[in-house]
């Protein structure tokens, strides 16, 4: 049986938690108009690298595709020829899709990529109001052009050898006449 004074503090008790929060002051984000930096590692958007003259990095492997959890991204490789270069080796990604409605952003993709072609950006608006627009091409996710750089296709500008594209030799870049 319970004493009078349990019976009188226990309701008080409870509310203890209520009671000390009820005076203190709130705080409120206001995210769309005043974003808050996300942590440096922080796992968002997918991008595609380029070489620094602008040859990208992605060699069509489909590594990133067997080893995504969700199945989210879909990857078809083609060879590059003389005259059609994307990539500084022997194929490139002519068809790369992500698929953001299945993606989980675990980064496990990011870990299997050989070149390091595919990292994760720090943006986190994904969100759209069409289910189509979810599912990123290839056009999408290519990392913008810096001074300096040609849009593909082109011949390689760093060194004739591919292999020291991919020893991240720096080498000046020459035009290639």
């Not at 000390?20 to 796992?43: G, L, S």
Request: proline content about 8%; hydrophobic content about 30%; aromatic content about 10%.
């Amino acid at each position: 049986m319970s004493s009078p004074k349990e019976t009188i503090l226990d309701p008080v008790a409870g509310f203890g938690v209520t009671f000390r929060t009820m005076f203190k002051k709130t705080v409120t984000e206001q995210y769309p108009f005043e974003k808050v930096p996300t942590a440096p590692r922080f796992h968002g958007r997918h991008q595609l690298n380029r070489w620094p003259d602008g040859l990208e990095k992605c060699i069509g492997c489909e590594l990133c595709a067997w080893a995504c959890p969700a199945d989210a991204i879909y990857v078809e490789g083609a060879s590059n020829t003389e005259g059609d270069r994307h990539s500084p080796g022997e194929r490139y990604g002519r068809v790369y899709q992500i698929n953001y409605l299945r993606c989980i952003l675990c980064g496990l993709c990011i870990e299997a990529c050989p070149t390091r072609a595919l990292t994760m950006t720090n943006e986190y608006e994904l969100a759209d109001n069409n289910r189509e627009d979810l599912i990123y091409e290839k056009s999408d996710l290519l990392a913008p052009l810096l001074p300096g750089m040609v849009e593909p296709p082109h011949e390689m500008m760093i060194s004739d050898d591919h292999h020291d594209y991919y020893r991240g030799k720096t080498l000046p870049i020459v035009e290639v006449s």
